[in-house]
């Protein structure tokens, strides 16, 4: 009976709609054959269906890139995660690679901030679409080193005549302070294990030192046979014949195009004509901003609060299903100092010790999570703080692969040798195996600014953190006794975790660098690939299939924007506008500003693990 009234509501309810819109019922075979009827008598009459006569609309995803593409787990808004980095960017173009509605994909490349990891990640995405059938065309106006690079792995590179390419090869320029110090009252105190270990140079000396120097050469070396190699092999041409155009170091468009540089030297509406012609559409669609988040801004009716909660507290991310196994990504992004995790505004993003560790831990006591990545970007920091991470990965019975970025190098080092795997980019600079420690002597500039000091003191190193003298011998025996044991768990623990003799570890130790091509041949790491190389490498140790497709779990968690709104610092927010102004005032400050204040914050610890130099590749 129950059912039988159920039947009659639904048939009431169908004749309703029906009359609401005027239609007749009729079941879907009546309809069917009614169709196929009318296809045949309009064929018979030598006329055309609709389907037929309907226009050829093309689609082609435009994606930008543009900006620095941070490599993080996100930052949260109050309309959610809307912002853009690495990770969601890639995801657009796999996205477009598996969309049927879309034919092709026009890359827009913009100022942007392209190292090697960077650059290799989305290079392989494009190599991606590519490999699904689907061309990809790089729209440029100007492009300069690693952004021309990232072009060769399209399809076709268009730009228009007015444009500009600088490909002027690698240079490597390194500032020194020594005599800045020395003129204001200021002594650097440091010390150093590993004679390539020149981390403290640029207080301490005037130049390079000599294993510096040779370190330094041979990886700039790599990086520049990496560069040439990759163009040579994208655009079809011959070693010799690129290395003469990156020799001029800049070409203007009709130069390039004879070169084989570029394909195309026309304007963007004059490019979108030819591909309307050329995949014979009737309308060709660009579709803007393809797969990128959009903000809905309407709060309005009896929804709206509601729906400004959801968005505030990031609901409607995923596909609302725990289902399947997990996949965690930590992200272990800047030098690294003990405590919590924090955006300085001089400093910018620095990684914490306290926050690492509790994203791993989180990971391992989830138990639908199979496996983590352990995604790295960092030239180091504090050696106490580098060996906490270390630690914590070693106590999860679950796989973990790390997965180097555009630097893993000394404590960015340290943190991923104790994964069952490790995973760089051929660019990624890593190694830099060795430790320094020191302080500054501030007693000259004291004198220069009339500041005096009175010291009572008791034990024999008792002013081994006094910033207005040098280390005593004691003192400097006592510094290098834990700088020396350090070095000495760094190296072990490094040995251990390659599975090789100390000997061999110590060879390729003392503070030198590599490109992650070249780590991979010494074995400092298992091989190169992408992050996406690397969860996949994280399926097969955990022993999902790997067609199935695994939920990925971001750590650390992103902050809730009501802790930054309700914990609003003055003082932060007067140092931001500050920075900020800088930034447009004085550029070529700000970045040496941020690096001396990322020092800063890492010897909070006595002794670092930190990198030599900060490289930036352009």
Same mark, same amino acid.
């Given at each position: ?6 039947? @009659? ?39 055309? #269906? ?91 106006? *100007?492009?300069?080193?690693? =952004? ?29 302070? /020594? ?44 990086? @520049? ?22 020799? /001029? ?27 309307? &012609? ?8 660009? !579709? ?13 009716? %009896?929804?709206?609060?509601? /729906?400004? @909660? =959801? ?6 991310? +995923?596909?609302?299903?725990? &289902? ?15 405590? &919590?995790?924090?955006?300085? %505004?001089?400093? +910018? ?5 306290? #926050? ?29 703080? *580098? ?8 106590? #999860?019975?679950? %796989?973990?692969?790390? *997965? ?18 490790? !995973? ?7 190694? *830099? ?102 969860? =996949? ?42 920075? +900020?102004?800088?930034?447009? !005032? ?33």
């Amino acid at each position: 009976m129950r059912n039988s009234i159920q039947i @009659f509501i639904a048939g009431l309810l169908l004749v309703t709609v029906c009359l609401a819109f005027d239609q007749p019922i009729v079941s879907k075979a009546v309809a069917a054959e009614e169709g196929e009827k009318a296809a045949a008598a309009a064929e018979s009459n030598g006329e055309q #269906t609709a389907a037929e006569v309907k226009p050829k609309k093309v689609r082609l995803a435009h994606i930008a890139i543009k900006g620095d593409l941070p490599e993080s787990p996100g930052q949260m808004t109050l309309f959610g995660d809307l912002g853009t980095d690495l990770r969601k960017t890639i995801a657009r173009l796999d996205k477009a690679a598996e969309d049927d509605r879309i034919a092709g994909i026009i890359i827009e490349i913009r100022p942007a901030a392209l190292a090697r990891g960077k650059l290799n990640e989305l290079s392989e995405a494009i190599h991606r679409v590519r490999d699904s059938g689907k061309k990809v065309y790089a729209q440029v106006e *100007s492009v300069i080193g690693s =952004q021309y690079v990232l072009a060769t792995a399209c399809d076709e590179i268009v730009m228009p005549e007015s444009g500009m390419i600088l490909i002027p090869g690698i240079h490597a320029e390194m500032g020194y302070y /020594k005599d800045l110090l020395e003129n204001i009252g200021v002594e650097a105190d440091f010390l150093h294990v590993g004679e390539a270990k020149g981390a403290a140079e640029p207080f301490t000396r005037r130049s390079m030192s000599e294993p510096v120097k040779k370190n330094m050469t041979a990886l700039i070396d790599d990086l @520049f046979d990496q560069m040439i190699t990759k163009i040579a092999t994208n655009r079809g041409l011959k070693v010799d014949e690129v290395r003469v155009q990156v020799d /001029k170091g800049m070409l203007r468009p009709k130069e390039a195009l004879d070169a084989g540089l570029i394909d195309r030297m026309v304007y963007p509406d004059e490019f979108r004509e030819s591909l309307t &012609k050329e995949y014979d559409a009737d309308k060709l669609v660009y !579709v803007m901003n393809y797969a990128k988040k959009k903000i809905d801004s309407d709060f309005s009716g %009896p929804m709206g609060m509601i /729906k400004l @909660f =959801q968005a505030i507290l990031g609901g409607g991310d +995923g596909d609302g299903s725990d &289902k399947g196994p997990k996949i965690a990504i930590v992200y272990a992004v800047g030098p690294i100092m003990s405590g &919590k995790s924090e955006d300085n %505004p001089f400093a +910018g993003q620095m990684m914490g010790s306290d #926050t690492i560790v509790k994203a791993l831990h989180e990971a391992a006591d989830d138990e639908a999570v199979k496996a983590i990545v352990l995604r790295v970007n960092s030239p180091g920091g504090s050696a106490l703080a *580098s060996d906490l991470i270390w630690r914590a990965t070693q106590t #999860t019975e679950k %796989p973990i692969v790390a *997965s180097m970025g555009d630097v893993a190098g000394s404590g960015g080092y340290y943190i991923s040798m104790g994964a069952d795997r490790i !995973v760089a980019e051929p660019g990624t600079i890593t190694g *830099s195996i060795g430790v320094v420690g020191g302080k500054m002597n501030l007693s000259g500039l004291y004198d220069k600014i009339g500041i005096t000091t009175d010291v009572i003191s008791r034990g024999k190193n008792s002013s081994i953190f006094s910033p207005t003298s040098n280390f005593t011998e004691s003192e400097r025996e006592a510094v290098s006794g834990m700088m020396h044991d350090v070095y000495r768990i760094f190296t072990t623990k490094a040995a251990e975790g390659r599975g090789m003799p100390l000997e061999k570890l110590e060879a390729l130790a003392g503070g030198q660098i590599y490109t992650g091509r070249d780590a991979k041949r010494n074995g400092l790491v298992d091989q190169l690939g992408t992050l996406k190389d690397a969860i =996949q490498l994280a399926k097969q140790l955990a022993g999902i299939d790997p067609d199935e497709k695994a939920k990925l779990k971001i750590l650390p968690e992103q902050e809730n924007p009501f802790d930054a709104i309700f914990g609003i610092d003055t003082n932060a927010e007067k140092e931001v506008r500050m920075i +900020g102004s800088l930034r447009h !005032v004085l550029p070529e400050l700000t970045a040496p500003l941020q690096r001396a204040a990322q020092v800063q914050q890492v010897m909070r610890d006595p002794v670092a693990v930190m990198m030599p130099y900060w490289i930036e590749i352009k």
